[in-house]
């Protein structure tokens, strides 16, 4: 799978994570902080990874900063993205499952290598609801402008 990574600096698990997604065989597209030709502030960053993921660049993308909120904020700007800010591995399954999330948002300052690893696991265990009910609310989200 491709990855877009995104971080607006080089603090916590930002390396860790491309790392992370190397060693399980993913293909990883850096933006922001870890592509040094690249503007680094959050906004910039993570809205680079997910257009990878909206123009069919990058499968998913994982955004990151300090608290992971701006990151996810950006990230859910672009149209047809669903970025979930997750802050542990039953946030990971359930962003994954209820809301067919296709863009990870961390937060380098709370998550773990050891929290990162479980996340990932989850994540990419993770596949989108079939019950109608979960998948009318993706619908309906994907139709808010």
Known sequence: MR??????EITGVANVVVEELRERGHEVVVHGALQAEERDD?????????RDVAEGRADQAVVCCW?????????????GVRA???VDAYSAEGARKWND??????????????QLGEILDAWFAGAASTDPGDRANIAHVDEIA
């Open 42 to 50: 959050w906004a910039w960053a993570s809205e680079a990874a997910a």
């Open 84 to 86: 979930a800010l997750c």
């Open 101 to 114: 999330a296709n863009v990870l948002a961390l937060s380098l300052r709370l998550t773990s290598r050891a």
């Open 3 to 8: 990855i877009s990574v995104a971080a607006d």
């Open 67 to 79: 608290t992971g909120t701006g990151a996810s904020i950006a990230a859910n700007k672009v149209a």
